[in-house]
DNA sequence: GTCTATAGGAAGATAGAC
DNA sequence: GTCTATCTTCCTATAGAC
């Protein structure tokens, strides 16, 4: 069973399994994230994920129960990290247009530079134990809430002129996410630009003064 | 092997699948719909499809030559129906103000109401073989093109006030499909509660005048 | 903790009868 | 076109040796 250290280095070469404990438990994780990332929860086999982790079938089973659990380390270990570059943005001082304009921004870049971990995250969700499904609801409901506090705290203040703060914090959240799905970091577009490209249109759907 | 008609009557209680013949064929294809809808196309069985469309594992094959072949005619059919609903929108008359949130609108409605066979659309694309692969991302270009020409209509008219066309575009696609992720027709939102949000944010993303 | 071996069943696709 | 039967391979998970 691997400790489940939060290692959300997520810049500089830094890893977000780095944390898992032991070697072979992360090699392990390695496998399954490249597996379920290529072919989804179902179409992968716990000995493809053993091989590929230079192990033979049965060894799985000395570090993980099963091939959900090692889904719910994955998922867990992503929402997280998610949730903590949010809230880290959310702690900037400023104005709330910075600190909404920054959330937008690092959320959208998390899930670029992050984007097979995200994409299991965002797509493989369904394949979760009810109870771990459960635990990641609260991280997701979590991140929501904390864009809406900032949101509203902007509208208060009269810095946004949003009638639709649910409807906005669904898009832009739903904008970040949605980068999972198609980011690849041999195409064009730059994390950075992609982030800076998003946070500049919430601004507008803001209608920032 | 089905006729590929495109019955794209989304709305009205018709169904995509509507014009899939035979009648087994269209059972089999709705089946698949499920199953992949529920469980991806690496968790999906053909004995599972065969079952839920009442027929034995062997008959399968007599109406299709795979499992892929099944999600290649939904994938198609899919996303022939959501480009024709933006083409549809694109064709209205008035100004490019209206075309483009009538665009939005219509596509982010279309990801709602056919939420299941968008999800399947969206996220199970990895798994078709890759000439057909390649015939969807024909069609994924094309609406994008169709998008993209009448943002530029609109901004050389000076009725929109964008830097970044392909940034827009992006962002406002996104905002449709991952509709597909998510909805749930047992959720709070209609789809036309969230299609006039979502258009009316791309028109602030515009900055329509 | 890792291995080999295996239980016990299910996978995609095909063959041949009706 | 649909059925039953089957080929061959593969599946998750466990058992027991080292």
Redesign the pocket.
């Known amino acids: ?1 691997p400790q489940e250290l939060l290692q959300a280095e997520t810049s500089g070469g830094h890893d977000l399994l780095d944390g898992v404990e ?4 992360q090699k392990l994780a390695h496998a399954a994230l490249d597996s379920f990332f290529e072919v989804g929860y179902g179409g ?7 091989q590929q982790a ?15 659990e090692l889904l719910f380390l994955l998922t867990q270990l992503g929402h997280q990290s998610a949730l903590q570059v949010l809230v880290a943005a959310s702690e900037q001082p400023g104005t709330a247009s910075d600190r909404v304009r920054a959330m937008v921004y690092e959320f959208t870049i998390w899930h670029a530079r992050n984007y097979r971990i995200a994409r299991v995250c965002q797509y493989q969700l369904a394949a979760l134990a009810p109870e771990h499904h459960a635990a990641i609801a609260k991280i997701r409901h979590e991140i929501e809430r904390v864009l809406r506090a900032e949101v509203e705290v902007g509208v208060a203040s009269g810095e946004f002129d949003v009638v639709d703060v649910k409807g906005f914090v669904l898009a832009a959240l739903s904008l970040g996410i949605d980068v999972a799905r198609w980011f690849s970091p041999t195409g064009r577009q730059t994390p950075e630009a992609l982030a800076g490209s998003y946070a500049g249109l919430a601004m507008r759907m803001l209608g920032t003064v």
């Open positions: 069973m032991p070697e072979s438990a992968t086999t716990t000995r493809h994920i053993s230079g192990m033979s079938t049965g060894s799985l089973y000395s570090s993980y129960r099963s091939k959900e």
